[in-house]
């Protein structure tokens, strides 16, 4: 199955750099010489080059050599083969995992993860309807995809409005 690694934004610069959202957690995928493909198309882009400035991510590739080649590439989507990760999950694995309490009480059912500003939030369906949960280890302590369930620590109010009390 192929995955997004990156999206390409805006060109930045007269050479044909871009930035890039990368969405892997995994560095090596956009490392120089990385030969990734464009997706809904047959065109493959090698990595020349990836830099940090003002907290952007910059690339550039071998086969863009202008700001309007860049521009040219605005929104495309660069996939890579999964691999796996150590502690590291993909959307698709999580969707449809239970989740549940530390104590074992089911909460819904995982029906997506969005990017979030400070973390990734983990999308969980319930009868009354989808709660967002920064995916981070304090709330969801424990992912077991082969037993297909997720603890969830939630905080009081997170889950059931019935719990926060009025001052």
């Known amino acids: 199955m192929r995955l997004t690694a990156a999206i390409i934004g805006p060109a930045h610069g007269l050479r044909g750099e871009a930035i890039v959202d990368v969405r892997s957690d995994d560095p090596a995928v ?11 198309g047959d065109r493959v ?22 700001r309007e080649e860049a521009e040219a590439l605005r929104g495309a989507r660069l996939l890579v083969e999964e691999h796996p990760e150590e502690d590291a999950w993909y959307p698709h694995q999580l969707k449809g ?25 983990l ?40 719990s926060v009390q009025e001052r």
């Open 45 to 66: 882009l090698t990595v020349r080059g990836l830099r940090v400035h003002k907290d952007r991510v910059l690339a550039s590739f071998e086969e863009c050599a202008s």
């Open 97 to 121: 995992l239970q989740a549940r309490t530390p104590g074992g009480d089911v909460l819904g059912t995982v029906s997506g993860l969005t990017p979030g500003a400070a973390q990734d939030l």
């Open 30 to 40: 956009l490392a120089p010489g990385s030969r990734l493909e464009v997706a809904g």
């Open 123 to 162: 999308l969980v369906a319930t009868p009354r309807g989808s709660v967002m949960v920064p995916f981070v280890t304090a709330l969801v302590p424990t992912v077991d995809v082969d037993s297909g369930f997720v603890v969830i620590d939630a905080p009081p109010g997170l889950f059931d409005d019935d």
